[in-house]
């Protein structure tokens, strides 16, 4: 039986890992290929790296560290920021990525999700959503990597994971921006209906904060995932322990 | 020593596969050339991308038959394994026909690709699968699957319908699931390919 993804989200800033909260205030949490490492030995399904400020500012992921990355891990992990065009995704997949994630640049340019679904097969593409709430409506947001440049992208959240579909993306991770950085959980109200209508993984991002919350996303839910950086990074949760949990709450989780 | 050639078949998960059996010390070689590929000790057909893009590639290339005729241990990975089959729906193209299966679109499954970390429902005994058991979970990504066969298939995995996830005939090998991504248990189904020796198949 296919079993629920648990996935540390590594946000990278000048080669270092970085957490901010809400989206803001950077700080720096360690090496990236000392993380991957640790987390790929305990029990991570796979792996995201997002080079945060790539988008806003105007280049593609340096492609060296993923070359470092895929030296060491044996898991599957994908990168995020600022992949603009194939030849930014065939360097990044070349470096032994399983996975580019597009997010700002497939607002501006949605052909480009079909391309490189065509190119590289729709499993290699991931649409990242930074999706925020305001009376009870969800819109997409834009260059989240950088506080100042972020921005409203004047489409609402369903519409575009419709349309993101449509286009031939193979997994979409939805980040609920209200939720983010601030652990009070996922926003399983939000994920419910967008879950339930995909035909491709969903993966949940932004909130978790227990362990209870990882068992709630998958339980309210039918995401295949789910993501979480901070909580890993500050050792606010163990993911060996983490899975032992979901496992005995008969959630369906690798063992570590 | 065992030396392996992995095919350049117009994927991109070479260098995975290539690092993967560096971190278990054996040596290989991404290549399309002709003489490389039929003197390795074994050889790996990866594949990630649409199915008439690689077998364009192949095509291309002159690996046809080269690769048909081989008589050490090969292993298709992922795509690689379709393109041992005989036809894939992908594009509605035929492959390479060493293992006479076709490949099908992933059905009575809500969510396509089928993508994470599975086990087996049912597993045969093979040099391949030596300390590995049906409860393992390996690492999948694909929205197509070749159908299950008593005569080739040593892995059966589930997702919509059941389908092949290791075949094998004589010398070729294939694994829907990507080792090289898999862990511990896909280092074990690594080594256990370079193990085999092409006398003993």
Redesign the interface.
């Known amino acids: 039986?296919?079993?629920?993804?648990i996935i540390p989200c590594l946000d990278v800033l000048d080669d270092k890992v970085v957490k901010g909260v809400a989206f803001k205030q950077h700080e720096i949490v360690g090496d990236i290929v000392t993380l991957a490492q640790k987390y790929?030995d305990e029990g991570a399904?796979?792996l995201v790296f997002y080079d945060i400020t790539a988008s806003s500012e105007q280049r593609v992921v340096k492609s060296t560290w993923v070359?470092k990355i895929?030296?060491c891990i044996?898991?599957?992990f994908c990168v995020a920021g600022g992949i603009k065009s194939i030849d930014d995704a065939?360097k990044i997949?070349?470096?032994?990525a399983?996975k580019i994630s597009i997010n700002s640049p497939a607002i501006e340019n949605p052909q480009l999700i079909t391309e490189l679904a065509?190119?590289?097969?729709?499993?290699?593409v991931v649409v990242g959503v930074d999706s925020f709430e305001q009376a009870g409506e969800y819109f997409v947001y834009q260059y989240t990597g950088d506080a100042a440049k972020t921005r409203p992208a004047g489409i609402k959240t369903f519409a575009w994971i419709e349309e993101v579909i449509a286009r031939g993306a193979?997994?979409i991770v939805v980040n609920c921006m209200n939720q983010d950085g601030v652990r009070r959980g996922y926003d399983v109200r939000q994920l419910a209906p967008i879950a339930e209508q995909?035909?491709?993984?969903i993966i949940a991002s932004g909130g978790a904060g227990t362990y209870e919350h990882f068992k709630q996303v998958f339980e309210e839910t039918?995401v295949?995932?789910a993501l979480a950086a901070s909580v890993f990074h500050k050792n606010l949760l163990n993911l060996p322990q983490l899975k032992q949990y979901l496992a005995e709450q008969s959630i369906k989780v690798?063992?570590c | 020593m065992p030396y392996v050639a992995i095919i350049e078949s117009g994927g991109?998960?070479f260098?995975?596969i290539q690092?993967?059996l560096?971190?278990l010390g054996i040596a290989s070689n991404i290549t399309s050339d002709v003489e490389c590929i039929q003197q390795a000790s074994h050889v790996i057909l990866p594949g990630?991308?649409?199915a008439q893009y690689a077998m364009q590639q192949l095509c291309e290339k002159n690996l046809v038959d080269i690769i048909k005729n081989l008589r050490q241990p090969v292993l298709g990975i992922c795509?690689g394994l379709q393109l041992l089959c005989r036809y894939s729906e992908e594009g509605n193209v035929a492959m390479l026909n060493i293992i006479p299966l076709d490949v099908k679109k992933i059905k009575n499954a809500?969510?396509?690709?089928?993508?994470?970390?599975?086990?087996m429902e049912t597993l045969q005994q093979d040099p391949l699968l030596s300390g590995i058991n049906a409860a393992d979970?390996f690492?999948?990504?694909?929205?197509f699957a070749a159908d299950t066969n008593a005569d080739y298939t040593l892995g059966t995995c589930?997702?919509g319908n059941p389908f092949s996830a290791i075949l094998r005939k004589d010398n070729f090998y294939g694994v829907q699931f990507?080792p090289?991504?898999?862990?511990?248990v896909?280092?074990t189904l690594l080594k256990n390919f370079i193990t085999i020796s092409g006398d003993r198949l």
């Open positions: 039986m296919l079993k629920q993804r790929c399904d796979e070359k895929s030296d044996d898991i599957p065939e997949l070349a470096q032994g399983d065509q190119r590289f097969g729709q499993q290699c193979g997994e995909a035909s491709i993984p039918k295949s995932g690798r063992p | 991109s998960n260098m995975s690092v993967a560096t971190r990630v991308g649409m795509l809500s969510i396509v690709p089928h993508m994470g970390w599975n086990n979970d690492y999948f990504v694909h929205s589930q997702y990507h090289e991504k898999s862990g511990k896909g280092a």
